[in-house]
């Protein structure tokens, strides 16, 4: 099977979830500077969620650029790595709304774990349907990027009982990995 | 006509419909995993509706990926499924907000039984447009998938009065036989 | 310029315009059907906005079937259609939560009207940046389509201050004659 | 990297922005047309900022007709002007909300301001990834076009705080510098 409407649906969703989660930004009644300070935690993590999901969305360009066809359990991985992201902006209004207390810090990360996990789901989905000799198998390699992350989130999850400043950080060098996404594809790509 | 606009409006309908279920997730106003509990119905619900529209997403790929081209009837009969799809969010969020209590899961039943109905009426007027010899044709045969999909409903709605759990099971039943989109379509396609 | 990309556009703003007025549906704090009955009219405006929201997706759909690239003036007016579809979420709530008051019902069919009148402006430029001897232009002719719907419209704009259902029954009598997509256009392009 | 898919989820993304400022305009509870009369501002605000995401849209279309393909950093660029796109509906429900009061409309200028140097950004890279030879290095030139408006967005800002009208009037006036998308490309392309 193609891939353009596996791409198409996962851009729509995508697309929506980064822009509902705008609607938890509530215009105040008054209209001084003052007035949106309260807004301020809730527009932090509305940013860091904009970039979590754009890191995937940049990702997930990139790895079904790297694909040629698509199979039926790569179809439901999809849907898998689209319904962690989709729980992206209940976990981030609820980390807004609370000022990063340490229960809803912690949630964050569990739900970027479970994202990173389906990707690598999705990524297993990919690389046994593509075969070991594609182009997508010798550009991952061992995966170290993805299981980094996952080991990276579980310390991240743990550490927002103790300081949730430092469960940020964490999860925030998750991103700095995947910001730039895998120059492995695009150098055998091109 | 191609078909390539209608599996995008399709894409986006479907996409939106997905994703917007999850803003009835209401983030709680306190920050312990207590608060969270209430929640838990809200979220099986969603889990259980993301589910029912991921195969149906899943389907009307695997569905369109065998036809050619498109006439007017077509778009009639896929805005129509369409129609039935965009109410899930509302009986999701009547069900999962009542427990599972007797009429909301009822209801759910009911808006799943016109989904496969409509569902069922874009197969016949897509066969009528491809013709009996066509692939689409042969893949899908006597549509028995089809039909017994809808005794299951019919079976599961007059449970749900007897006991929600059974409803709930026979609805999953059908979700189990669609769950692998036609593999007779994938067969003769590849 | 090619016209994928306003076609896909298009699609993304209609799919959202057709699926967000869903969320007008509250789920009701008790479980019995005798709930259900206030959201009746509420659902009714939600069917016939879905129609006629459909409607506008499927002639849109033949529309630009039939053009070969678009021109800017095609993409403003274009927007100038998006944003009077736009509205019909909120004509059709102000109505649907009012039981069809006058004011409510007369301002749902100026935003129809406004629309029918945006779609002409379309066609406008499309026929002029296709030329007249176009297959569009020979498809549509003097535009009686157009030009009756603008008078209906107004007719049942005019009604709804004497009988709410004869306006609506006038608005649906436009409906009728857009239900299916020009057949000139499909007969010239098969 | 091609540009098929950014440019479907840049569509996705600014579909759901221009849309979901309509749900800021709520149904009211009486039917009078003096009911109305309240929604007036912030109809206004959404024609407005409907005018402006719709203007971003055309250039967007046009930027992305004149180029080949992407690189990372575009993707990038692409995602930091859709995040201030993305806080348009914000912007717009605090100031129509508010009768346009000095601070919201300072707000609403600073949030302008910003997607306009984050278009400027998503230029410098795309013209950095295309070459000083490229047809699109040759048709934008100096850009005047971007360094004025951001000129403009900076007095209009500054005014907000004087007389708001002449705030939205400069505001206005840079979109009607942009209203006509760049016909260097046109002219370049055809």
């Known amino acids: 099977m193609g891939k353009g409407r596996i791409e198409a649906f996962s851009d729509g969703v995508i697309a929506i979830i980064i822009t509902i989660m705008v609607l938890e930004l509530h215009a105040p009644h008054e209209t001084t500077l003052a007035a949106l300070v309260p807004e301020i935690p809730i527009f932090l993590s509305y940013v860091l969620s904009f970039i979590f999901v754009g890191i ?26 689209l319904f962690w992201l989709s729980l992206i902006p209940f976990v981030t209004a609820w980390m807004g709304e609370n000022h990063l207390e340490a229960v809803p810090v912690a949630l964050y990360g569990a739900d970027l774990l479970m994202c990173a996990l389906a990707y690598s789901v999705l990524l297993h989905f990919l690389l046994k349907h593509e075969g070991a000799a594609s182009t997508l198998a010798l550009a991952i390699g061992r995966d170290l990027k993805g299981y980094g992350s996952l080991v ?37 790509i091109g």
Do not use: C, M, Q, T
């Not at 940049?58 to 790595?81: D, E, I, Q």
């Not at 991240?156 to 594809?185: H, Q, T």
């Open 56 to 81: 995937y969305w940049n990702n997930h360009h990139h790895l079904f650029h790297a694909v040629k066809s698509v199979s039926g359990p790569v179809l439901w991985a999809n849907l898998f790595l």
């Open 152 to 188: 990276i989130y579980l310390a991240g999850i743990a550490s927002a009982f103790v300081n949730v400043y430092l469960a940020i950080a964490l999860y925030l060098l998750v991103s700095v990995i995947w910001f730039v996404p895998d120059r492995r594809i695009e150098k055998r």
